[in-house]
């Protein structure tokens, strides 16, 4: 059964930082990436990663935050970084199994369950 457990979301002030991890079990991935969805708004990329490290920002979070990998651990994380109350939204861990690199959501197979980042003013 391939799962994508996310950890690391939660309350923190304007400016501050967090972490998020994703442990992925069942398969490997050679895209994987993270995306957040605000209420009202739709689901939308903010970082991916391939196999190789090559690496995908959106301009919203560039400078800000990181996204980096472990293969050996099946595991992908983001460092956020000053962060925004724009910022807020729940924020999903995704794989790709496609075999090719890409920061689209609907080319992303396999989902997690989600994680809260709140950043307040």
């Known amino acids: 059964q391939v799962q994508l457990v996310e950890s690391g979301g939660g309350l923190v002030q304007a400016g501050g930082s967090l972490r998020l991890s994703c442990a992925a079990s069942?398969?490997?991935?050679?895209?994987m990436g993270w995306f957040r969805q605000a209420p009202g708004k739709e689901r939308e990329s903010v970082a991916t990663i391939s196999w190789s490290f090559s690496t995908y920002y959106a301009d919203s979070v560039k400078g800000r935050f990181t996204i980096s990998r472990d293969n050996a651990k099946n595991t992908v994380y983001l460092q956020m970084n000053s962060l925004k109350p724009e910022d807020t939204a729940v924020y999903y861990c995704a794989g790709n199994t496609k075999g090719y690199f890409t920061s689209r959501p609907d080319e992303y197979d396999y989902w997690g369950q989600g994680t809260q980042v709140t950043v307040s003013s």
């Open positions: 069942g398969r490997t991935f050679y895209a």
